[in-house]
């Protein structure tokens, strides 16, 4: 049975107590719990990094940064680099988030740049990719998504260290969820374009994420999708209600 990823975006979210009241739920939850096809991956704020890992240690639970500096060290008042977040044992990195390309103007290039950074430190990056609504609406959708593809990763060499997230930015915390349908079909669309650059090896593993406002009532929906493994989730991840709910739906997926 293939693995389901449900990975956590916090975003710019909560105070320290509420991270960590939120952790010990959920701690309590894994605990009692066994999640055989599942990984749950929280991707907190920086300050609460360590919170997760430290939580990783003893259970089934993975921990992602939301964000890495595209530079290796030195003086960069104010960035993470992907040596310090493999120190603190960090697995996960979200990479070329739609919020950072279009609020922090990250292009292509940079997105590459932090790629190779995390792929050093043998840290997984998040691949997020997906088109904003007036290119769907003219008929740019594959084009814009292949693109950012063949952008973000021009000389990367693809070895199980990568995971994909297609989001599309209409349905990023509007409300909006994609079909299963229309998810399905650019999910596809990397998966082909996976196996024409890297092989057919490659295209199998790497697992494609869906993100655009999942939620308890349409994971399960999503989720019977051949080409869909997962879902990178945003609003709905913050409560811990919710989260564990969605944790139950994947694990009870036949
Ligand atoms: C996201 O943060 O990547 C996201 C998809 O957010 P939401 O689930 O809130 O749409």
């Known amino acids: 049975m293939r693995k389901i990823y449900l990975a956590g975006n916090w975003k710019m979210n909560k105070t320290f107590q509420e991270a960590d009241d939120f952790l010990y739920e959920l701690g309590e939850y894994l605990e009692e719990k066994t999640l055989r096809n599942v990984e749950a991956i ?6 609460y990094l360590e919170l997760v890992t430290d939580m990783a240690e003893e259970l089934p639970l993975s921990c992602g940064a939301q964000n890495v500096s595209e530079y290796k060290s030195g003086a960069y008042t104010g960035e993470i680099s992907a040596e310090m977040l493999s120190s603190m044992e960090v697995e996960y990195c979200i990479t070329g988030h739609s919020e950072r390309r279009n609020i922090f103007g990250e292009s292509n290039s940079v997105v590459n740049a932090k790629i190779k950074q995390l792929q050093e430190h043998f840290i997984i990056p998040i691949l997020c990719i997906g088109e904003k609504l007036e290119e769907r609406d003219a ?28 989001e599309p930015v ?28 890297y092989g057919e ?3 199998a593993d790497i ?37 564990i709910k969605m944790l139950e739906i994947a694990g009870n997926l036949k």
Request: negative net charge; charged residues 25%; contains cysteine.
């Open 42 to 47: 929280i991707c907190p704020p920086f300050p």
């Open 170 to 197: 209409w349905a990023i915390g509007t409300g909006k969820t994609a079909t299963p349908q229309q998810a399905q079909e650019v999910h596809k669309l990397i998966r082909e374009w996976l196996r024409e650059n």
């Open 207 to 243: 697992p494609i994420l869906y993100g655009g406002s999942v939620k308890p009532g349409n994971l399960k929906e999503l989720l019977r999708e051949a080409d869909i493994d997962g879902g990178l989730i945003g609003g709905a991840s913050l409560e811990i209600e919710g989260y």
């Open 139 to 166: 008929g740019k959708t594959d084009e814009v998504v292949l693109s950012q593809l063949q952008g973000s990763l021009k000389d990367i060499k693809i070895d199980g260290n990568l995971f994909i997230a297609y």
């Open 201 to 203: 090896d490659v295209a």
